[in-house]
């Protein structure tokens, strides 16, 4: 049984190298801006937790999209998340949320079908058709995203949202080691394919 763990642990935990430093040159921070792009992807999140209460991981990326926009980075924001029902809807929640932060709608595409990072990353590229693009979400998610990214042969970038108040609760950073080891396995044992396609729509 020890040797079946130490096993599985050396199993996560090449992976989670082999992800981070393969993606890390490609994320910028602020006082650090990315090249710039025509598109930001943004990746979804819920804006309020189950108890009502505000999420600071969403409003970090509204900032940082918002932020970019503004600096003529980025000149259109996608933003793309689940919409599993009427009383849950990421992309609306972000488009309404960047239209606070003096967006205009006429920049900002909602992605309706984001309903996992895979999905977000490859509809951007095949029914949005955007080869390159800055991913805007947290540090640890970028990782991710970008690994994603650079096996489907994007030219992508990673913005981290500057935060001075959230700490990554110990839970989240347990479930993205093991939402890496998935991805790998995604791409390159199951050939995962977004949940959802449909047609062509360019932005």
Known sequence: MFVSLGIGFLFILSLNIWILLSTSE????????????????????????????????????????????ELGIISHILVSGDNRSIYYNEPLDMLNALKERGIPESAVTLDYAGLRTLDSIVRCAQIFGQSNFIIITQEFHLYRALFIANYHGLKAYGFSPKSARVSVPIKVRIRELIARVLAVLDLYVWNKKPEIMGNLSPI
């Open 26 to 69: 490609q994320i910028f921070k602020e006082e650090a801006w990315p090249p710039a792009q025509r598109v930001g992807l943004v990746l979804g999140t819920s804006r309020f937790s189950a108890k009502g209460i505000k999420n600071e991981f969403f409003e970090e990326r509204m900032n940082a999209a918002a932020k970019l926009f």
